[in-house]
């Protein structure tokens, strides 16, 4: 790293640095931005930041109108359904004028604007600075010296634990980039005329709408073009939302305006993700069902299930905007009279998971469990590992954590932790709970010799034969692995089960509670001291915050914990076994690779970076194939990729059928906002080659476990090639770097070099 290092011309930390990064906070730390009654005026007030600093250089905008006022209070009914009207004052209408600004704190005086205020009110401000960044600032009335949000249905941190302070990843929209939502609620939440409806929440339906494009419908969409004009329909595809459901002329070719075919990293039908409290939950869940609510994110009645028995269509396909569903739709009618009713009993995830009320109740009642992995003790005579471990549920946020027996087989007792076989009746699933053993070479845990897949650690299921309890205490006795490693993890892989009762349903549910992990020293099951334990460069908050309820899918059983997901995607995990065992070679395969590393820094940074690199990348797993990127990247597969669906591999042999699935990338956020995911410090902190591995481009072959043939590429090439994948920094990294190759003596001939 003689150019990229510390104080280097070619610096990490200055090539990632985020130029321009816009914050708004209130004018003190503890507040959010205030707008407050003096005299007859109202005073905003707000704090500006750019890159971490103060900021003093910006105006008011010229370029659009920069003060605005929402008066929530303010509602129209439509088809039996209350919505706010949006009640704006301009610039046209108002003087706003920037009074005084120091260290970053803007006041901003709303002349006379007192006479007519409310605790309904909602401020924005927006500004501009001569480098062409906005900002905006969105402040409510201050009531008692508490700031109150008018509909308050959504958290700004809900936008921003995925999109990061700006909502739009590249420029601005409209000149504005807010962060989270009460800025955009104070333009759109205007009732207004669209295509889905007279009557239409517009940020609900786009914000619905985008999100869960993916699980569109397919429609018509007719419009009037060109001069004169002249009716042209267009089907719009399945997997794709039309924002305004409009139409274009491109050369004279009428085309969706506006598309959006975008996946949610979690479920849409989750609400408490953005609707992030009891109270804005609840608020959203009684809303009465109405035209707009529906098609904000349904689109059109063709994926609705019949409702008439013997229909020759869903009488639902006739309605409009102007149809008053509180016909059926109401209490004491034949139909469910809010959201709650279509959205808030059971919907069933994968892996035994549950929402109910609106929730992830897998989520909900796994955070009231903790798993801990107390010891580990070596028996080197009969080659086993002895291993204490514990759990304790908090039933809720006062109550004291209390511990429970891990050897518990009455669901009604408490939560199930082994010994549990399937029950389709109770919705019981049979118990998954194992022990993973990794262990290290340098600072990774690469499994040489260890596992019969590349890179991969050994498990043993927990039984009631191998696991016995004292006072909440489990031991488990496991077979160890054959090992030259002086330092090793075990990981305790798994999901507890547990009863959810709410009212009159119950049901067995597998939760979400993290998986726990404990480094040991193979010599004794002693903990390593600080200096030799891996390093943790990750925040697992970071990660959920995004992916709720998601990343646990994943095989089942490894649940929301970086430190377990390393155990396996380490830098000598790689999918050529699975290439290997169809006849695949970089000759024939769908992205001309023998195999393709899914190390944990480079598969995050490639899958996330991927929308943006137009380069595919391909993974050959036993469960399917999955090819990442945008789009343009996708369709410049090779021209025996069959498309999405359950076809043949390409080329495969003996002929294997494989689900091949098309993941298009749209990350929310500048890539080079590092600590999306990092923990502050760790960055770009460029590895260290005398600790950490280098990483595994081709397996070379059976057995897996021999590592000593693996063509290698250095532990820093791999983090840089995994954003940077165009062909000319693959060129830079060969000419001075070095080109991956079987190195001698392997990772170990790598480490002994470094040194």
Same mark, same amino acid.
């Given at each position: 790293?003689?150019?990229?290092?510390?104080?280097?011309?070619?610096?990490?930390?200055?090539?990632?640095?985020?130029?321009?990064?816009?914050?708004?906070?209130?004018?003190?730390?503890?507040?959010?931005?205030?707008?407050?009654?003096?005299? $007859?005026?109202?005073?905003?007030?707000?704090?500006?930041?750019?890159?971490?600093?103060?900021?003093?250089?910006?105006?008011? =905008?010229?370029?659009?109108?920069?003060?605005?006022?929402?008066?929530?209070?303010?509602?129209?009914?439509?088809?039996?359904?209350?919505?706010?009207?949006?009640?704006?004052?301009?610039?046209?209408?108002?003087?706003?004028?920037?009074?005084?600004?120091?260290?970053?704190?803007?006041?901003?005086?709303?002349?006379?604007?007192?006479?007519?205020?409310?605790?309904?009110?909602?401020?924005?401000?927006?500004?501009?600075?001569?480098?062409?960044?906005?900002?905006?600032?969105?402040?409510?009335?201050?009531?008692?010296?508490?700031?109150?949000?008018?509909?308050?249905?959504?958290?700004?941190?809900?936008?921003?634990?995925?999109?990061?302070?700006?909502?739009?990843?590249?420029?601005?929209?409209?000149?504005?980039?807010?962060?989270?939502?009460?800025?955009?609620?104070?333009?759109?939440?205007?009732?207004?005329?669209?295509?889905?409806?007279?009557?239409?929440?517009?940020?609900?339906?786009?914000?619905? +709408?985008?999100?869960?494009?993916?699980?569109?419908?397919?429609?018509?969409?007719?419009?009037?073009?060109?001069?004169? $004009?002249?009716?042209?329909?267009?089907?719009?595809?399945?997997?794709?939302?039309?924002?305004? /459901?409009?139409?274009?002329?491109?050369?004279?070719?009428?085309?969706?305006?506006?598309?959006?075919?975008?996946?949610?990293?979690?479920?849409?039908?989750?609400?408490?993700?953005?609707?992030?409290?009891?109270?804005?939950?609840?608020?959203?869940?009684?809303?009465?069902?109405?035209?707009?609510?529906?098609?904000?994110?349904?689109? =059109?009645?063709?994926?609705?299930?019949?409702?008439?028995?013997?229909?020759?269509?869903?009488?639902?396909?006739?309605?409009?905007?102007?149809?008053?569903?509180?016909?059926?739709?109401?209490?004491?009618?034949?139909?469910?009279?809010?959201?709650?009713?279509?959205?808030?009993?059971?919907?069933?995830?994968?892996?035994?998971?549950?929402?109910?009320?609106?929730?992830?109740?897998?989520?909900?009642?796994?955070?009231?469990?903790?798993?801990?992995?107390?010891?580990?003790?070596?028996?080197?005579?009969?080659?086993?590992?002895?291993?204490?471990?514990?759990?304790?549920?908090?039933?809720?946020?006062?109550?004291?954590?209390?511990?429970?027996?891990?050897?518990?087989? /009455?669901?009604?007792?408490?939560?199930?932790?082994?010994?549990?076989?399937?029950?389709?009746?109770?919705?019981?699933?049979?118990?998954?709970?194992?022990?993973? *053993?990794?262990?290290?070479?340098?600072?990774?845990?690469?499994?040489?010799?260890?596992?019969?897949?590349?890179?991969?650690?050994?498990?043993?299921?927990?039984?009631?034969?191998?696991?016995?309890?004292?006072?909440?205490?489990?031991?488990?006795?496991?077979?160890?692995?054959?090992?030259?490693?002086?330092?090793?993890?075990?990981?305790?892989?798994?999901?507890?089960?547990?009863?959810?009762?709410?009212?009159?349903?119950?049901?067995?549910? *597998?939760?979400?509670?993290?998986?726990?992990?404990?480094?040991?020293?193979?010599?004794?099951?002693?903990?390593?001291?600080?200096?030799?334990?891996?390093? *943790?460069?990750?925040?697992?908050?970071? %990660?959920? $915050? %995004?992916?709720? +309820?998601?990343?646990? *899918?994943?095989?089942?059983?490894?649940?929301?914990?970086?430190?377990? %997901?390393?155990?396996?995607?380490?830098?000598?995990?790689?999918?050529?076994?699975?290439?290997?065992?169809?006849?695949?070679?970089?000759?024939?395969?769908?992205?001309?690779?023998?195999?393709?590393?899914? /190390?944990?820094?480079?598969?995050?940074?490639?899958?996330?970076?991927?929308?943006?690199?137009?380069?595919?990348?391909?993974?050959?797993?036993?469960?399917?194939?999955?090819?990442?990127?945008?789009?343009?990247?996708?369709?410049?597969?090779?021209?025996?990729?069959? +498309?999405?669906?359950?076809?043949?591999?390409?080329?495969?042999?003996?002929?294997?059928?494989?689900?091949?699935?098309?993941?298009?990338?749209?990350?929310?956020?500048?890539?080079?906002?590092?600590?999306?995911?990092?923990?502050?410090?760790?960055?770009?902190?460029?590895?260290?080659?005398?600790?950490?591995?280098?990483?595994?481009?081709?397996?070379?072959?059976?057995?897996?476990?021999?590592?000593?043939?693996?063509?290698?590429? +250095?532990?820093?090439?791999?983090?840089?090639?995994?954003?940077?994948?165009?062909? $000319?920094?693959?060129?830079?990294?060969?000419?001075?770097?070095?080109?991956?190759?079987?190195?001698?003596?392997?990772?170990?001939?790598?480490?002994?070099?470094?040194?």
């Amino acid at each position: 790293m003689l150019c990229h290092a510390s104080g280097k011309i070619g610096e990490v930390a200055a090539a990632h640095a985020l130029s321009g990064k816009v914050e708004i906070s209130g004018p003190t730390a503890a507040t959010g931005p205030t707008a407050e009654i003096v005299g $007859a005026d109202v005073v905003v007030k707000f704090t500006v930041k750019v890159d971490g600093l103060p900021a003093n250089d910006f105006t008011l =905008s010229s370029g659009y109108k920069h003060a605005y006022n929402a008066n929530f209070a303010d509602t129209t009914t439509i088809s039996g359904v209350s919505y706010p009207v949006k009640n704006k004052f301009e610039r046209t209408s108002i003087t706003t004028t920037l009074t005084s600004v120091s260290a970053g704190v803007y006041t901003v005086t709303v002349t006379g604007a007192a006479a007519t205020a409310s605790a309904a009110d909602t401020y924005l401000i927006r500004m501009t600075n001569p480098s062409g960044l906005s900002a905006t600032a969105a402040a409510g009335y201050v009531v008692g010296g508490e700031v109150v949000l008018a509909r308050d249905l959504v958290g700004n941190q809900a936008c921003m634990n995925c999109h990061g302070t700006n909502v739009f990843a590249s420029g601005s929209h409209h000149g504005a980039n807010p962060q989270g939502v009460s800025a955009c609620v104070v333009c759109h939440t205007v009732v207004t005329s669209q295509s889905r409806g007279a009557a239409g929440d517009r940020l609900t339906s786009y914000v619905h +709408g985008i999100h869960n494009s993916h699980n569109m419908p397919a429609r018509n969409i007719t419009a009037n073009l060109g001069t004169p $004009a002249a009716p042209y329909t267009v089907t719009k595809p399945e997997g794709v939302y039309a924002r305004n /459901d409009s139409l274009k002329l491109v050369n004279g070719v009428a085309q969706v305006s506006s598309p959006f075919s975008i996946g949610f990293p979690s479920y849409m039908n989750n609400c408490s993700i953005c609707h992030d409290t009891d109270a804005r939950l609840a608020a959203v869940m009684e809303k009465p069902v109405s035209f707009s609510t529906c098609m904000s994110c349904h689109d =059109s009645f063709e994926a609705f299930p019949k409702t008439k028995a013997g229909a020759a269509m869903d009488f639902h396909g006739t309605y409009n905007a102007t149809t008053d569903c509180t016909m059926c739709h109401k209490v004491g009618g034949i139909a469910f009279a809010n959201v709650s009713g279509a959205h808030g009993g059971q919907a069933y995830t994968e892996r035994n998971g549950l929402l109910y009320g609106g929730k992830d109740q897998s989520i909900v009642e796994g955070k009231k469990i903790a798993m801990t992995i107390g010891s580990v003790t070596v028996d080197a005579a009969n080659k086993k590992l002895i291993v204490k471990w514990s759990a304790t549920v908090k039933p809720d946020a006062v109550s004291p954590a209390v511990a429970v027996d891990p050897c518990n087989s /009455d669901l009604a007792a408490g939560p199930v932790f082994i010994g549990l076989t399937a029950n389709s009746a109770t919705g019981q699933s049979a118990s998954n709970m194992a022990f993973l *053993q990794a262990y290290a070479q340098g600072n990774d845990w690469v499994n040489a010799g260890v596992g019969t897949s590349p890179g991969q650690p050994v498990s043993e299921n927990l039984t009631t034969t191998n696991t016995t309890c004292s006072a909440n205490v489990a031991t488990s006795t496991i077979t160890a692995a054959t090992t030259t490693a002086t330092k090793g993890v075990v990981a305790l892989q798994g999901k507890p089960q547990i009863k959810y009762v709410n009212g009159s349903y119950n049901r067995v549910i *597998q939760v979400r509670s993290p998986s726990p992990t404990r480094e040991f020293m193979v010599a004794d099951g002693a903990a390593p001291s600080s200096t030799l334990k891996r390093r *943790q460069i990750v925040s697992n908050d970071k %990660c959920l $915050a %995004c992916h709720p +309820g998601s990343l646990y *899918q994943h095989g089942g059983n490894r649940v929301d914990n970086v430190e377990l %997901c390393v155990t396996c995607h380490n830098p000598a995990a790689n999918e050529a076994n699975n290439r290997v065992g169809m006849g695949i070679t970089a000759a024939n395969s769908y992205d001309g690779r023998n195999g393709q590393t899914y /190390d944990l820094r480079y598969m995050i940074h490639a899958i996330h970076s991927a929308g943006e690199t137009n380069r595919p990348l391909v993974y050959y797993r036993s469960n399917g194939i999955y090819a990442f990127g945008s789009q343009a990247a996708i369709d410049g597969l090779p021209s025996f990729w069959p +498309g999405a669906g359950s076809f043949t591999v390409a080329n495969s042999n003996p002929a294997t059928t494989r689900t091949h699935n098309e993941i298009v990338v749209h990350y929310p956020r500048a890539l080079n906002d590092c600590q999306a995911c990092h923990l502050p410090g760790t960055e770009t902190k460029i590895p260290d080659q005398t600790a950490q591995m280098g990483v595994t481009v081709d397996a070379g072959a059976a057995p897996w476990g021999n590592q000593a043939d693996d063509v290698l590429m +250095g532990a820093a090439t791999a983090s840089c090639t995994s954003c940077h994948a165009s062909g $000319a920094t693959n060129v830079h990294v060969t000419q001075f770097g070095w080109t991956p190759s079987a190195i001698e003596g392997g990772r170990q001939g790598l480490m002994d070099a470094a040194k």
